[in-house]
């Protein structure tokens, strides 16, 4: 195998599963307050 795995690559897909999960919760915030009577 041939190149170097950058060092960030835990810490980035880390804050890609954190911000995915952040993002889904804001979504469906919004839709349940846009729902709200």
Known sequence: MSGDRPPMTGAKGFAVIVGGMFGIIVLLWVIA????P
């Open 33 to 36: 307050a846009l729902a709200a």
